[in-house]
């Protein structure tokens, strides 16, 4: 059965991308020509979410306005205008208005294209994946050389059996988190209600061996600054060539 719900954290402001974004919300920065969220809406809705909760906060009326022109998938925004609430904060807070049970969580900004034609995506692929008996969260994850835009940082070391742990030099199947996670909402049913980094919940289930890791078909992508918009349209371009 696919994963119905999600959740798109949107709300961040984008600082790196000014003088873009002083005008402009990150998540509706064109890249080739199509916002940056639309590319992760369109996923989730091939991936078979039908209803997607955005939190929103820099700009919130513009991206208000762009979402409400959407059908595929039902968008329910999460208002952070009077408070940032960081990315563990913005979950917990925008989960609460979708029904309890499994759900993907994106960023707005990461993406990807490219994954082979005619099998599962890697949305559909992560929910699958997905074993709510023995993990609290599944990631997305890539390979550094397929990655575009991002600083090589690796963030995880992928054990044989799946598992992922907080990446130390030498470690090795170094990867790095791809924005994407498959989870139960209930996981944050005990989260505070002020801002807090959801990284606090990936080291919980990294103690509890917990956490598990998918790795990504395709190239993703991450646009932090106004030079990386190139690379990323050369990516788009290379992919979809027509598009």
């Not at 402001?13 to 003088?19: E, H, I, Q, V």
């Not at 606090?200 to 190239?219: N, S, T």
């Not at 030079?227 to 027509?242: K, L, M, S, T, Y």
Request: with cysteine; charged share 25%; proline share 6%.
């Amino acid at each position: 059965m696919p994963i119905t719900n999600a959740m798109v954290l949107a709300a961040g402001l984008g600082t790196r991308l000014r003088p873009i974004t002083n005008a402009l919300p990150k998540p509706l920065v064109p890249i080739a020509g199509k916002p940056m969220i639309d590319y992760v809406l369109d996923l989730l809705a091939a991936a078979g979410v039908t209803t997607a909760a955005v939190n929103v906060h820099h700009f919130a009326d513009q991206m208000e306005a762009h979402l409400r022109r959407r059908s595929i998938p039902r968008i329910l925004i999460s208002d952070e205008r009077d408070a940032l609430m960081n990315s563990g904060g913005g979950l917990a807070k925008g989960l609460r208005l979708l029904d309890d049970g499994p759900v993907l969580v994106m960023n707005a900004d990461l993406f990807w294209v490219g994954e082979r034609a005619g099998g599962p995506s890697n949305l559909q692929r992560l929910a699958e994946f997905y074993d709510p008996e023995h993990m609290d969260m599944a990631l997305l994850c890539a390979r550094i050389e397929d990655t575009t835009g991002h600083n090589g940082k690796k963030d995880f070391s992928l054990t044989a059996e799946g598992r992922l742990r907080r990446y130390e030099e030498g470690m090795e199947r170094p990867v790095i988190y791809a924005g994407a996670i498959a989870m139960d909402s209930r996981l944050l049913a005990d989260a505070p209600e002020e801002a807090f980094n959801l990284n606090i919940y990936f080291d919980r289930a990294i103690a509890k061996g917990r956490l598990f890791g998918l790795m990504l078909d395709g190239q993703w992508m991450t646009v932090g600054t106004p030079e990386a918009i190139a690379d990323a349209e050369a990516i788009v371009r290379r992919f979809h060539p027509g598009g």
